[in-house]
């Protein structure tokens, strides 16, 4: 007799929340709760992201930010042809990512120097967009981050962390399915960011989207979050 697999759980870590934040005498403070979602390539964050704006959470895509930046004739564009000269550009005055992507892989410490240009004019945009949900009522907000483990001053700025966790042989699988990447290319990119088990410790909730998850386990994922949040929140 088959035992039935157990269906996938919202995991709930021991890390404290500290909310709501207090001022320096002690009182609540009114603010918004700025959630920070993140995950690997290929674990299906941006699905759980959809799934939260579809719960009332506005999305601040920090990866659409860094699109937008880096497109023709966009802010930061002339800080990077200075830094890494015209190749860098490609024909119609955009961020060439194919480009940038070889460099980057090839040459780790070139990351950095991009980082550098494009890190802080994505900060800027984030505090736009969270002060204008703000300034339509938001109590909350979500902000999509893929590398939020990584870059460091990101745990900064948010007050709780969300991970959708998913295992590597799944990651892998799902990017070569949807980019056509090869398998090298793809391990590539996942070992340019933080292991699992590092992104795993920096969160408050871990949404499981391995192999064994389908699209109703994952909402009821979500669905579970959202009951938490709002127990937390009183939203």
């Not at 497109?71 to 961020?95: K, M, N």
């Not at 001053?153 to 007050?159: G, K, S, T």
């Not at 969300?162 to 398998?183: F, H, K, Y």
Request: charged letters at 15%; hydrophobic letters at 45%.
């Amino acid at each position: 007799m088959n035992t039935p697999t157990p269906s996938p759980q919202l995991q709930t870590t021991p890390k404290p929340l500290h909310w709501p934040p207090t001022s320096a005498k002690g009182d609540a403070q009114e603010t918004v709760f700025r959630l920070g979602l993140t995950g690997g390539i290929g674990s299906g964050k941006s699905t759980v992201a959809q799934m939260l704006a579809e719960h009332g959470a506005p999305i601040i895509d920090a990866d659409a930010i860094a699109r937008s930046l880096t497109s023709a004739g966009a802010a930061a564009i002339p800080a990077i042809a200075q830094a890494f000269g015209p190749q860098a550009i490609d024909a119609e005055g955009a961020l060439d990512r194919n480009y940038m992507r070889q460099l980057v892989f090839a040459q780790p410490a070139q990351r950095q120097r991009l980082e550098a240009i494009i890190h802080p004019l994505i900060g800027q945009h984030c505090q736009q967009q969270m002060q204008q949900a703000q300034a339509k009522g938001a109590r909350w907000v979500v902000f999509d981050v893929p590398l939020l483990v990584e870059s460091g001053h990101w745990l900064e700025r948010v007050d709780a962390v969300l991970v959708v966790d998913c295992d590597e042989p799944t990651q892998i699988q799902r990017v070569m399915q949807r980019s056509g990447l090869s398998r090298t290319a793809t391990q590539a990119i996942l070992a340019a960011q933080a292991q699992r088990a590092q992104r795993n410790a920096a969160a408050h909730w871990i949404i499981d989207n391995g192999a064994a998850t389908d699209l109703p386990s994952l909402r009821r994922q979500v669905q579970q979050l959202m009951q938490q949040l709002r127990q937390a929140l009183g939203l």
